[in-house]
DNA sequence: TTCTTCGTGATACGACCGTACCATGATGGT
DNA sequence: ACCATCATGGTACGGTCGTATCACGAAGAA
């Protein structure tokens, strides 16, 4: 046989070269021969390792989620071993801002994926929504546990306040992307949202109190 | 002289094509003969009234924004004659939920342009980001005016509550789009946050009381 | 009536894109 | 040493898309 190359590592680094030149151009510019181009390989390579552009753009978006969730793994174990739930909220949220270029990339081409998906039904079939719902259990789940342990307004729906969270991030980052927020501004409005559910030890006693 | 059509009534009959071409099968997918087939006319006809597709692009948001914009009002005009504020409030943030396909159609073709508008500089230039700071600012607007007649939580921050409910209720759309999300969902997370801004009139009171 | 100009149609052109086809090193098992 | 097979490159084909070109009917102005 002859030179057996690894082919997942190769179909990582046209992957890669894919976001890259998507992230640049936007999702619906990318073309075949850019990415090639762009991982410096030829035409026919890209079509060795992914036959068409659809199965392409499939692995793209699961390449997109998987480095992703290792962004977002960075982020969590530079907040330190065991932050409390606010820490670990507030890491997830500030992960998904597009306040740097690697988020700012994925911002835009899971904004772009998601759009796209409406009307695209292959791409809708495509298991890359179980993303949101996953974001959406782990900071429900954050917040309870804050509840439980008299950081949070026990009074507060969790799931609610998740969705609110996580949905305001979305938009407020879109808007980052448009030049129409700044980030620190989006950050603002989380604080002040956070601020609202973490009640500060003493506020948690006195509405523990009277009632 | 000939014939002599009234070029903005066949500019709007196009555009109102394209709108609706753009929303079944995406805005990346329209092309000027679908544009001209949809429109009942040919492909001369399209292009004689928008040289080029860029222009016809251009022309496609601005008659969105009006579109939505009589959406909205004719939403306000439903709620009655001088509703509160709260009540405005929510004919504007219920219009701009995709719960009927009209509503389906504007917030794919808002996203659509606005991802679009991060990596097109040319469309990004084009001023049809005006209508999220005015909504912005329409929303702050209504929120103070409820402060100060005492229907409101006067120790929020108005400003920074608009943001918040214009921002939830985009993502959540987009969860509606996707299937991701129902619309009662979407909905009964805005009037949890509607019923902590808006407090009842004893809770006003109370709150207005020791402090 | 005639003529100029607007409105409309049919069709052609050039570019690009995804895909298919053909060719050829390279390599390791037998 | 040989050869089956994997990896890679070059190139061509069919289709579509935006745009340009050519042509003609229609109607008001002279």
Same mark, same amino acid.
């Given at each position: 046989?002859?030179?057996?190359?690894?082919?997942?590592?190769?179909?990582?680094?046209?992957?890669? #070269?894919?976001?890259?030149?998507?992230?640049?151009?936007?999702?619906?510019?990318?073309?075949?021969?850019?990415?090639?181009?762009?991982?410096?390989?030829?035409?026919?390579?890209?079509?060795?390792?992914?036959?068409?552009?659809?199965?392409?753009?499939?692995?793209?978006?699961?390449?997109?989620?998987?480095?992703?969730?290792?962004?977002?793994?960075?982020?969590?174990?530079?907040?330190?071993?065991?932050?409390?739930?606010?820490?670990?909220?507030?890491?997830?949220?500030?992960?998904?801002?597009?306040?740097?270029?690697?988020?700012?990339?994925?911002?835009?081409?899971?904004?772009?994926?998601?759009?796209?998906?409406?009307?695209?039904?292959?791409?809708?079939?495509?298991?890359?929504?179980?993303?949101?719902?996953?974001?959406?259990?782990?900071?429900?789940?954050?917040?309870?546990?804050?509840?439980?342990?008299?950081?949070?307004?026990?009074?507060?729906? #969790?799931?609610?306040?998740?969705?609110?969270?996580?949905?305001?991030?979305?938009?407020?980052?879109?808007?980052?992307?448009?030049?129409?927020?700044?980030?620190?501004? #989006?950050?603002?409005?989380?604080?002040?949202?956070?601020?609202?559910?973490f009640v500060t #030890?003493?506020?948690?006693?006195?509405?523990?109190g009277p009632i």
């Amino acid at each position: 046989m002859p030179k057996r190359v690894d082919h997942e590592e190769r179909r990582t680094q046209i992957a890669d #070269a894919f976001i890259r030149v998507a992230g640049r151009r936007g999702l619906h510019a990318v073309g075949m021969r850019d990415v090639a181009a762009e991982a410096g390989v030829s035409l026919r390579l890209v079509q060795y390792y992914f036959e068409t552009k659809e199965k392409l753009l499939f692995y793209g978006v699961q390449h997109l989620t998987d480095r992703f969730t290792a962004r977002v793994g960075t982020r969590l174990a530079a907040a330190g071993t065991d932050p409390g739930p606010r820490a670990t909220i507030e890491a997830i949220l500030l992960a998904s801002l597009p306040t740097d270029e690697e988020g700012r990339t994925f911002h835009l081409l899971y904004s772009s994926y998601s759009i796209l998906s409406v009307t695209d039904e292959a791409l809708a079939a495509q298991p890359f929504l179980d993303n949101p719902d996953a974001a959406e259990n782990a900071l429900t789940g954050l917040l309870e546990q804050a509840q439980a342990s008299g950081l949070a307004d026990p009074g507060a729906d #969790a799931r609610t306040e998740a969705i609110s969270l996580l949905a305001m991030t979305a938009t407020m980052g879109t808007g980052i992307l448009v030049g129409q927020r700044s980030p620190e501004s #989006a950050i603002g409005v989380l604080h002040h949202h956070l601020d609202r559910i973490f009640v500060t #030890a003493e506020t948690a006693v006195a509405e523990e109190g009277p009632i």
